[in-house]
C-alpha cells in the first residue's frame, strides 16, 4: 500500500474537524475534507519570497474571471504533508484571534520551549494586532518560525464559499486583502515576510491557492488534526500526536489556554522523542524554490 493510501485509511478512520477557532462539528462537511498526503510535486517547494509580488489590480485581472474547480482543505497546490523521504514532523500552530481567540497558551509555548521544540506559528492578522508583544516574542525565538493564517481568518474563496458558518471572501481582490493585509501587519511588527499561507478554517478553493502562490505564498495545511480547533481534552490530544509518522504536518491552536492542547502535546512530545521523532520548522523541511536553485 502506497504512503497516501496509508495516511487516508488512518485518517478515515474518525471524523476530522477543522473549524480554527470555530467550534462547531459537521461531520459530512469534514468527512468530505479529510486531508490525505499530497504528491511530493505538489508538497516539495514553496515559492520565493523574494519574487515579485503581483498589485491588487494585477490579480483581479488575473484571476477575477477564473470559477474554481475545488473546494475544501485538500486542494490542488496545497502542501498536505513534508516531501516524501523527510524524517521530522512539522508542529504548526494557528492563533486565529477574534472573540474567545486572541490570547496565548503560554503553557503550550513553555512546553515547546523547554523541550527545545521546533514549531511554525500561523498567525492571523486580527490576532497580530491584539498581540504585538507576543507577536514580536514568537518571532525573536529562533525555535520558531512566523506564517500567515490571514488577516480576518476566513476561509479563502473567489467566490464567497463559507466553511463551518464562516463567510469566505468573496472575490479575487478579497483574496489579495485576505492575504496581504495579514503579510503586512506581520512585516511590520516582525521585519520578516512569511513564506507560508493558511486560511482561516484551512478551506479554500484551487484559484485562491493560485493567487496565494503567486504572492509568494505556499499554502500549507496538514495530514494530522491535533485538537480538532482547541476542542478535545489532554488525552486525545496526546492520542492525536503519538499517531503522528515521519514527514506528517500537524495542525494544532495555540490560542486556547483553557483547551486541553497544550497538556496533550506536553504529555505527547517525550513518547514522540522516544520513538526517534525529531521536530523542524516548515522553512528547515519545505524548502523555497530559491533555496533549491
Not at 462537511?29 to 489590480?57: F, G, I, M, N
Not at 497558551?105 to 500561523?122: C, I, N, P, W, Y
Not at 463567510?167 to 485576505?178: F, H, N, R
Amino acid at each position: 500500500m502506497t504512503r497516501r493510501s496509508l495516511m487516508t485509511v488512518a485518517l478515515g478512520v474518525g471524523a476530522v474537524t477543522v473549524t480554527g477557532c470555530a467550534t462547531r462539528t459537521d461531520t459530512t462537511q469534514e468527512q468530505a475534507s479529510v486531508p490525505t498526503r499530497s504528491s511530493p510535486e505538489a508538497s516539495s517547494a514553496a515559492p520565493s519570497p523574494t519574487a515579485p509580488v503581483l498589485s491588487r489590480e494585477e490579480v483581479v485581472a488575473e484571476y477575477g474571471s477564473r470559477a474554481p474547480n475545488s473546494w475544501g482543505i485538500d486542494v490542488p497546490g496545497v502542501a498536505m504533508s513534508l516531501p516524501e523521504g523527510t524524517e521530522p514532523v512539522a508542529l504548526t500552530f494557528d492563533c486565529c484571534g477574534g472573540p474567545g481567540g486572541d490570547t496565548l497558551d503560554e503553557a503550550l509555548v513553555k512546553a515547546l520551549r523547554s523541550s527545545g521544540t521546533a514549531a511554525t506559528f500561523f498567525l492571523a492578522g486580527r490576532w497580530v494586532e491584539a498581540n504585538p508583544a507576543l507577536t514580536e516574542e514568537l518571532a525573536a525565538d529562533p525555535l520558531f518560525e512566523i506564517a500567515n493564517h490571514g488577516t480576518a481568518h476566513q476561509p479563502l474563496a473567489v467566490s464567497g464559499a463559507s466553511a463551518y458558518g464562516i463567510a469566505g471572501t468573496t472575490d479575487a481582490g478579497a483574496v489579495y486583502d485576505e492575504i496581504m493585509g495579514a503579510r503586512k501587519l506581520i512585516e511590520e511588527r516582525t521585519g520578516t515576510t512569511p513564506t507560508y499561507f493558511r486560511s482561516g478554517t484551512a478551506h479554500l478553493d484551487d484559484v485562491s491557492a493560485e493567487i496565494a502562490r503567486s504572492l509568494g505564498l505556499l499554502v500549507v495545511n496538514f495530514n494530522r488534526n491535533g485538537d480538532d480547533g482547541g476542542t478535545l481534552p489532554a488525552p486525545s490530544v496526546t492520542d492525536r500526536l503519538v499517531g503522528m509518522e515521519p514527514g506528517d504536518i500537524l495542525l494544532a491552536h495555540s490560542n486556547r489556554p483553557s483547551s486541553g492542547t497544550a497538556a496533550g502535546v506536553t504529555a505527547a512530545l517525550p513518547v514522540l522523542r522516544e520513538r526517534g521523532m525529531s521536530f523542524a520548522r516548515l522553512s528547515d523541511v519545505l524548502p523555497t524554490e530559491a533555496e533549491q536553485d
